[in-house]
Nanobody
Framework: QVQLVESGGGLVQAGGSLRLSCAAS????????MGWFRQAPEKEREFVAA????????YYADSVKGRFTISRDNAKNTVYLQMNSLKPEDTAVYYC????????????????????WGQGTQVTVSS
């Protein structure tokens, strides 16, 4: 079993930056991809970014490409999401996820691929 705890959310003005962290415990997750998803009020959960177990491969949603950077530190069992140039439309609860399949593929852009989820951290961007 893996537990995921997100942190780093908060209120920021448009154009600002935040760095989210997601710490895993229970067992090492270095073999698994890790992903970030977000869900705004009255909207479906959507993919944000994913990173392979080694950290050598990434995917980004088009809406965040060039502004967000996903990274991981396997020694700390932690994944990060650096968010720059934030926009009001980035306002959402952000969730990290891991587990599921080992092999890196485009399926890591799909929420159903992941087995374990955190409780989420709120990000609010004011205009």
């Amino acid at each position: 079993q893996v537990q995921l705890v997100e942190s780093g959310g908060g209120l920021v003005q448009a154009g600002g930056s935040l760095r989210l962290s997601c710490a895993a415990s229970g067992r090492t997750v270095s073999r698994y991809a890790m992903g970030w998803f977000r869900q705004a009020p009255e909207k479906e959960r959507e993919f944000v970014a994913a990173i392979s177990g080694s950290g050598g491969n990434t995917y980004y949603a088009d809406s965040v490409k060039g502004r967000f950077t996903i990274s991981r530190d396997n020694a700390k069992n932690t994944v990060y999401l650096q968010m720059n140039s934030l926009k009001p439309e980035d306002t959402a609860v952000y969730y990290c996820a891991t587990g599921g399949r080992y092999t890196w593929s485009a399926l890591h852009r799909v929420a159903g691929t992941y087995e374990y989820w955190g409780q989420g951290t709120q990000v609010t961007v004011s205009s």
